[in-house]
């Protein structure tokens, strides 16, 4: 079974910055596409970024202009840069990987907590 492992999340205050990691195995990251969402309690899970094509990112709207997604092929990592946070970005942060023809994703992480609070 494959694993998806976050990491980085915590306390920032309001305007600050965080960057969470996602690290898996070679397997999945050469072959899946990667992705981040979030989820506060009772709410829908709700897309942050995802590159289905490699070289191509999209942003859900809540972040466009704040968050960014990188891949680093030499660590198997990737990484979501987020800045200019507010308390409405308190929430689990999860990765997800998605295989060529999956219509859902085929593996999650654990999440990771983020809360911005001052």
């Known amino acids: 079974q494959e694993q998806l492992v976050e990491s980085g999340g915590g306390l920032v205050q309001p305007g600050g910055s965080l960057r969470l990691s996602c690290t898996t195995s070679g397997r999945v990251f050469n072959n899946y596409a990667m992705a981040w969402f979030r989820q506060t309690a009772g709410e829908e899970r709700e897309f942050i970024a995802a590159e289905p094509v490699i070289g191509k990112i999209s942003y859900g709207d809540s972040v466009k202009g704040r968050f960014t997604f990188s891949r680093d092929y030499a660590r198997n990592t990737a990484y979501l840069q987020m800045n200019r946070l507010t308390p409405e970005d308190t929430a689990v942060y999860y990765c997800?990987?998605?295989?060529?023809?999956?219509?859902?994703?085929?593996?999650w992480g654990q999440g990771t907590q983020v809360t911005v609070s001052s």
């Open positions: 997800a990987a998605r295989g060529v023809g999956s219509t859902g994703y085929d593996y």
